[in-house]
């Protein structure tokens, strides 16, 4: 038997390295022919939408915005905000319904002491000073209504069940009350996508 040199050796294993799998070559060459090859991917058929029905873009609907309400209390035969009422009033500003741009109602209340007439007038400039503070913080005047309820509508007695005053009754009643109602929220309606055109015969 011949024995072969090791570099004989190294070359024919080099060469045999390169040489392609069984069936390898008669792949190539038919992928060569095509031009492309088949991986299964061309093969997948894009689902039809439908032309009777078009697909809807859901919407995201907006979060809802509550409505705020606030009382502001007023000091015996006062007519001015103290330094209370006006840190609330600042708070207000600073709520979503606010921000929003909702209405501003303002109703004005008063205890029992005086006329009637008195009262009525002391409930409307208590809503006035309300009203007034609001403007100066930016809010628009036509989102602002006003009304006076004079001692029509207590949310505490004036005088305790002998007949006596009720000092701490009487402070609640000295009010103002703060209603913000925001605005509507409009949401679009859904836009469809365009479907494709029917498939003519």
């Given at each position: 038997m011949t024995k072969l040199a090791p570099t004989a050796l190294l070359l024919c294993a080099s060469l045999a390295a390169c040489q392609p799998p069984a069936?390898?070559?008669a792949a190539n060459n038919a992928i060569a022919d095509n031009g492309v090859a088949d991986n299964g991917a061309d093969n997948m058929v894009e689902p039809q939408r439908s032309i009777?029905?078009?697909?809807?873009?859901?919407?995201v609907e907006e979060p809802k915005i509550e409505p705020e309400e606030l009382l502001i209390g007023f000091g015996a035969?006062?007519?001015?905000?103290?330094?209370?009422?006006?840190?609330?009033?600042?708070?207000?500003?600073?709520?979503?319904?606010?921000?929003?741009?909702?209405?501003?109602?303002?109703?004005?209340?008063?205890?029992?002491?005086?006329?009637?007439?008195?009262?009525?007038?002391?409930?409307?400039?208590?809503?006035?000073?309300?009203?007034?503070?609001?403007?100066?913080?930016?809010?628009?005047?036509?989102?602002i209504t006003l009304v006076a309820l004079g001692e029509t509508r207590p949310i505490a007695p004036n005088a305790k069940e002998d007949g006596s005053d009720d000092p701490e009754g009487r402070a609640k009643n000295r009010r103002v009350e703060v209603r913000v109602t925001p605005p509507p929220v409009v949401i679009p309606p859904p836009v469809p996508v365009d479907a494709p055109d029917a498939e003519k015969p």
């Open positions: 069936g390898q070559e009777l029905r078009p697909e809807v873009v859901p919407t035969l006062s007519l001015q905000l103290d330094d209370g009422a006006k840190a609330a009033l600042d708070a207000l500003m600073t709520t979503p319904a606010m921000q929003a741009g909702g209405a501003v109602a303002l109703r004005g209340h008063s205890d029992s002491l005086g006329t009637d007439g008195d009262n009525r007038v002391a409930s409307r400039r208590r809503a006035e000073r309300v009203r007034d503070y609001l403007l100066e913080k930016g809010v628009a005047a036509e989102r």
